[in-house]
């Protein structure tokens, strides 16, 4: 059983055009998240959802909407991709009473 | 704001010797410490954690003591293997929010 899953795991694509990514938990955690990966291997976190609600938002273009259905996914959609979108997008759901966080295999993401 | 800082990689050894990896923080309040190992084209995965001063995480092999005078987490292994050929992260976990440090890499030759 995969704990924290994401699809799709590669994704390669034009500049211009949109995309998402989708993550699913099983878990039964509260709170998720997306992280981003850049080619030196440095995680910077996006997003935070705690049950279907927004709780942290960094600087992050607006072109990045996440959407959280119910508080076992947490989809991240990109318009209008640019070139430094490439990156690993890495969901991640949070056992609130640890501090633990469970990640997904990741969505390698290649613009051109 | 809370910050960790870890070693620059990569860290290259010779299978069978002992690593290092230094990991100091900063932060408000009392953190609980982790580190995450990711293997080549996998998500990360915790290897080891610690919620107070002075406990003792470990796993397979790998152990790190939260040092709160001098804010540190440094993982320790006697005897590396080639398998344990992945990146590294500290983190610390505060108010429901945890911050990585920039990773290093470990590269073991047989």
């Known amino acids: 059983d995969t704990a924290v899953s994401q699809t799709p795991k590669y994704l390669v694509t034009q500049m211009g055009n949109d995309k998402s990514i989708k993550c699913e938990q099983n878990l039964g955690h509260d709170t998720m998240y997306w992280y981003k990966q850049d080619s030196k291997k440095f995680l910077k976190i996006m997003f935070s959802y705690n049950n279907k609600e927004l709780i942290i938002n960094e600087t992050v273009p607006n072109r990045f909407s996440p959407k959280s259905p119910d508080k076992a996914h947490l989809n991240l959609h990109i318009n209008s991709l640019e070139l430094g979108d490439s990156a690993v997008y890495f969901c991640?759901?949070?056992?609130?009473?640890?501090?633990?966080?469970?990640f997904g295999e990741g969505s390698r993401l290649t613009v051109l | 704001g809370n910050s960790v800082t870890q070693m620059e990689g990569p860290v290259t050894l010779s299978e069978e010797a002992f690593l290092t990896i230094n990991c100091t923080y900063t932060a408000t309040g009392y953190p609980s410490l982790f580190w995450y190992v990711q293997y080549p084209g996998e998500g990360l995965q915790l290897l080891l954690k610690a919620t107070k001063a002075d406990d003792k995480g470990s796993n397979k092999g790998f152990e790190a003591t939260y040092r709160k005078e001098t804010t540190s987490f440094h993982l320790e292994k006697g005897s590396v293997q080639v398998s344990d050929s992945a990146v590294y992260f500290c983190?610390?976990?505060?108010?429901?929010?945890?911050?990585f440090g920039k990773g290093t890499m470990l590269l073991v030759s047989p």
């Open positions: 983190a610390l976990s505060a108010y429901s929010t945890l911050t």
């Open positions: 991640a759901s949070a056992d609130r009473g640890t501090g633990e966080l469970f």
